[in-house]
């Protein structure tokens, strides 16, 4: 069944009038049971506001806590208290074994 161009210019109105106010319409893949979260939490973030900057923050973290970053360890240790500090740990002094050449 193919799309007259009456129906096929009517669409791109329409999304020609989204992108003018920033937004975009798309499809996503999800159970059946998070359906109407899914379309509220889209509803929200689509509104302009503190709840919706605030909703996008908290969903924002969420998310990328799981992902694993590149130089995260290197930040906490730069983040660290004792950065700047000489401070040597105390090892104790091995002679090392002896090898038969």
């Known amino acids: 069944m193919a799309v007259d161009s009456s ?3 009517a669409t791109e109105r329409y999304r020609r009038r989204l992108a003018e106010r920033g937004m ?3 499809e996503v893949l999800g159970r059946e049971t998070d359906r109407a979260l899914i379309r509220t939490l889209a509803r929200r973030l ?12 908290v969903v924002s973290q969420g998310v990328a806590d799981g992902a ?3 130089g995260g360890i290197l930040e906490a240790l730069r983040r660290s208290p004792l950065v700047g500090e000489d401070i040597l740990p105390p090892r104790p002094f091995e002679p090392g074994r002896k090898v038969d050449l």
């Open 24 to 26: 975009a319409r798309f």
């Open 7 to 9: 129906q096929r210019r």
């Open 46 to 57: 689509a509104e302009e506001g503190p709840e919706a900057e605030r909703l996008r923050t």
């Open 68 to 70: 694993p970053r590149r």
